[in-house]
């Protein structure tokens, strides 16, 4: 079934869920950027994802929503691990060792290993040929939005990037990809907003933990916190976290991953749009031409994904 084909009110549902994930997620580069300024990161990730844990656990119990059983704790180490410590512990330590442009493009290998552990999972979905020509046109348009050749060499021409760099950035959308893929299977609660809210709690504990391991609390002064970056992390919680998350959950459920994982195309776009009004960045042709490439992209994966799984099972 289409997504066009569905019921008008899972067609609004649907594309606000997605127009949020990519809007949102895209001005988080911003936002984590500043909040780094005054917090070290995995403690700021921690406590970031413990208060949005709160907040939806709140609004999943003023729904209705049933306590978590013990599977469903389970569940959420498993997911909580790849979404939260694998990922955004990956992705830190990223960034610290190559830039930030070369990460960007290595996000958009998360389709590719969805695409992949979906074929490879018992029972699973072998891609066919538009769907893996979406992902390489994808893959195409945000080489050319972020011209990664300009930063692979510095000016007297020694390599600038960091082979440690590039696994820890790939481990993390691995850990991405491969937790997206789990959440739709394991035992979780039937509230999606239930569902994020454990996961963040146990990814939080995690992020914490490797934390406080590495000597962050000492690093810790509150006295100097700037008003900007306590205003990007409220960002990165209400937004970032509480909205944006619970927008994924719901889509994981309700559309195919592949489909899905498209976000990753819009994320840098949307960064690279907000550099251009926030700092005068101009809007060159390798822009239009790289928005052709993953507007293409997109449509080939929406058109050619295979048929979404039967609905999970409340």
């Known amino acids: 079934m289409s997504i066009l084909a569905g019921s008008p009110t899972f067609r609004a549902q649907f594309f606000v869920a997605y127009i949020a994930i990519c809007l949102i997620w895209g001005s988080t580069f911003l936002a984590i950027r500043f909040?780094?300024?005054?917090?070290?990161?995995?403690?700021?990730?921690?406590?970031?994802?413990?208060?949005?844990?709160?907040?939806?656990?709140?609004?999943?119990?003023?729904?209705g929503a049933d306590n978590p059983l013990r599977t469903h704790w389970k569940s959420a180490v498993i997911t909580g691990f790849l979404l939260f410590l694998v990922f955004n512990g990956g992705l830190v330590l990223a960034v610290g060792r190559i830039h930030s442009s070369i990460v960007a493009v290595l996000s958009t290998t998360i389709?590719?290993?969805?695409?992949?552990?979906?074929?490879?999972?018992?029972?699973?979905?072998?891609?066919?040929?538009?769907?893996?020509?979406?992902?390489?046109?994808?893959?195409?348009?945000?080489?050319?939005?972020?011209?990664?050749?300009?930063?692979?060499?510095?000016?007297?021409?020694?390599?600038?990037?960091?082979?440690?760099?590039?696994?820890?950035?790939?481990?993390?959308?691995?850990?991405?990809?491969?937790?997206?893929?789990?959440?739709?299977?394991?035992?979780?609660?039937?509230?999606?907003?239930?569902?994020?809210?454990?996961?963040?709690?146990?990814?939080?504990?995690?992020?914490?933990?490797?934390?406080?391991?590495?000597?962050?609390?000492?690093?810790?002064?509150?006295s100097r916190a700037t008003s900007a970056s306590l205003l990007?992390?409220?960002?990165?919680?209400?937004?970032?976290?509480v909205i944006a998350y619970s927008a994924y959950m719901w889509l994981l459920r309700n559309a195919p991953p592949t489909l899905v994982s498209t976000y990753t195309y819009i994320n840098p776009l949307v960064a690279i749009?907000?550099?251009?009004?926030?700092?005068?960045?101009?809007?060159?042709h390798f822009l239009l031409l790289a928005l052709v490439c993953i507007l293409g992209g997109i449509y080939c994966i929406a058109r050619f994904r295979p048929a979404p799984p039967a609905p999970a099972r409340k």
């Open 273 to 284: 749009t907000l550099g251009s009004i926030l700092a005068d960045e101009p809007v060159t």
């Open 232 to 241: 990007a992390l409220l960002f990165l919680i209400v937004f970032g976290s």
């Open 111 to 222: 389709p590719v290993w969805m695409v992949m552990i979906e074929w490879l999972r018992p029972q699973g979905t072998r891609p066919n040929a538009g769907l893996l020509a979406g992902l390489v046109l994808g893959l195409l348009g945000i080489t050319i939005l972020v011209q990664p050749w300009n930063y692979l060499h510095s000016a007297n021409g020694a390599s600038t990037t960091d082979a440690l760099g590039v696994i820890f950035s790939i481990l993390a959308m691995l850990g991405w990809a491969l937790g997206s893929v789990l959440a739709r299977s394991l035992p979780l609660p039937a509230s999606p907003f239930m569902t994020t809210a454990i996961q963040m709690w146990m990814g939080s504990t995690m992020l914490t933990g490797v934390g406080l391991a590495m000597g962050e609390w000492a690093r810790l002064d509150l």
């Open 35 to 63: 909040a780094l300024g005054s917090f070290p990161p995995f403690l700021m990730a921690g406590v970031r994802f413990a208060i949005a844990g709160t907040i939806l656990f709140a609004i999943a119990k003023l729904q």
